[in-house]
């Protein structure tokens, strides 16, 4: 009897999924989608934390292109940012939305 060892999978699919309702958003430019997709692409690594920075530093747009696509996201309801204000912890965290959500829906993930 052969014994067998243990591994790992790789992942071979050298593709992120993107929502369909952000492809086809009629209001959403292509550089506000380029930029959801390159969000998408990072967290969906096991044991990445990306932070805003980081994907400021792997962008080739400058400064003003890559705000003009993050409040573009902001504003169309695919990213929210809420402030950490604990004793322990102090930052932003964001949310990334397939869909375009209202300030409501996204009240109770914050809490």
Same mark, same amino acid.
Do not use: H
């Given at each position: 009897m052969s014994k067998i060892q243990d591994g790992f999978f790789r992942n071979k699919v050298p593709f992120v999924p993107i929502s369909q309702? #952000?492809? &086809?958003? &009629? /209001?959403l430019s292509l550089?506000?989608?380029?930029? %959801? +997709? +390159? =969000? !998408?692409? *990072?967290i969906t690594i096991p044991n990445f $934390?990306? %932070? $805003?920075? %980081?994907?400021?530093s792997v962008c080739v747009e400058g400064q003003c292109s890559f705000d003009s696509a993050w409040n573009e996201l902001k /504003?169309?309801?695919?990213?929210? =940012? %809420?402030? =950490?204000?604990?004793?322990?912890?102090?930052? &932003? #965290?964001? *949310?990334?939305?397939f869909k375009p959500e209202q300030d409501e829906q996204? !009240? /109770?993930?914050? /809490?």
């Amino acid at each position: 009897m052969s014994k067998i060892q243990d591994g790992f999978f790789r992942n071979k699919v050298p593709f992120v999924p993107i929502s369909q309702v #952000v492809a &086809k958003d &009629k /209001e959403l430019s292509l550089k506000a989608k380029g930029l %959801y +997709l +390159l =969000i !998408q692409s *990072y967290i969906t690594i096991p044991n990445f $934390k990306l %932070y $805003k920075s %980081y994907l400021m530093s792997v962008c080739v747009e400058g400064q003003c292109s890559f705000d003009s696509a993050w409040n573009e996201l902001k /504003e169309k309801g695919y990213l929210k =940012i %809420y402030k =950490i204000a604990k004793s322990d912890a102090k930052g &932003k #965290v964001y *949310y990334l939305n397939f869909k375009p959500e209202q300030d409501e829906q996204w !009240q /109770e993930l914050a /809490e």
